[in-house]
DNA sequence: CAGCATCCCGGCAGATACTG
DNA sequence: CAGTATCTGCCGGGATGCTG
């Protein structure tokens, strides 16, 4: 097993608090075909405000997965794209969306019949 | 790529927000080697109040990831076991896993980069 | 266009004390 | 032993409005 110190190290979290917030695993995976700009991010993603998007856009570059290009000048033209170790977190990610393709109706049945019976 | 429509789809974020919780995947884990009471699996994961984890137990068992079975009696014995479902989840906690160990340092780099140049 | 400044709200999680 | 009952603080995230 790869991760068997798992409950105490604090390595592990880190991953963890980074796919914890609502926005960053869905900002990532929205990077993950070539840089875009701030208005096409909120676009291609919908239902994230500006600030939000922002806020996340900055928590990423922070922990070096995403890259921030301004090009000087009036208007602004700044572009975000994936680091290569931002690249690497993609898979995880994929991994989680597998999971929830593959099981995400049985979870869904399980609340239903837990819902159900009070 | 297995999970395109990703942002819009509503069962991918059941993924994310089932992994969103601080105690979720620990606890998960730390079932991972069969069944464990309460006591057992505070001793295991360390730094979990009681309260905690009671409430981590019936948000995983309410999505048909845990199962809960009362010995009735005096002193009460309650034995907490993963479900096949469950078992299923730990592929992508473990890629996480995995992932913060071949990467952790180079987030914690950047994040000391980032931290230094204010 | 990109993004800060505010205000606000709900819910996670910790600490503490009590019960069958 | 395995919880429940409160009280509390914090922070993510939404809405709105303003600026260079």
Chains 1, 2 share one sequence.
């Not at 991760?3 to 900002?27: G, H, I, P």
Request: with cysteine; proline share 5%; net charge neutral.
């Amino acid at each position: 097993m790869t991760t068997d110190a798992f409950l105490a190290d604090c390595r592990a979290r880190l991953a963890f608090d980074l796919l914890s917030n609502t926005w960053n695993a869905v900002v990532l995976w929205a990077l993950r075909e070539g840089p875009y700009r701030h208005g096409e991010l909120r676009e291609r993603i919908g239902g994230i405000s500006s600030k939000v998007l922002t806020e996340t856009l900055r928590r990423l570059e922070f922990n070096g997965l995403v890259d921030r290009q301004a090009h000087p000048g009036a208007p602004p033209r700044v572009a975000y794209e994936l680091t290569p170790l931002g690249r690497t977190l993609l898979v995880p990610i994929d991994t989680i969306g597998a999971w929830a393709f593959a099981h995400g109706d049985e979870v869904m049945a399980a609340q239903e019949r837990a819902s159900g019976l009070q």
